[in-house]
């Protein structure tokens, strides 16, 4: 609940005028993939260390290939259904299989 409220408040500052001048400008009817770092301290609070409006992907490797392949998947699955009426993504990551690789 208080990571749902944290990103929250990131998305309604980032909608703000100031916000627009740094380049951040949502467009109707599309998605992005944002990266979010956070920092839990010792009593379990959130803090945010940064936002990545371009996270990269590549920079984990090949060891965590299939964890990638899975967020992706799983973006395309909450993204897609609004505008194709649902089904599995999952051939769209994977090349068409429908296996990672």
Known sequence: AQLHAVVADLFTAARSRAAAAVGFFPLANTFELFGLDFLLDG???????????????????????PQCAELIRDTLDAALPSVV?????GDV????DGKDG
Request: glycine share 22%.
């Open 93 to 96: 990551v994977s090349g068409g």
């Open 43 to 65: 009593s379990g609070k959130a803090w945010v260390l940064e936002v990545n409006a371009d996270p990269s992907l590549a920079v984990f490797g090949d060891r965590l290939r």
């Open 85 to 89: 009426g649902g089904g599995d993504t």
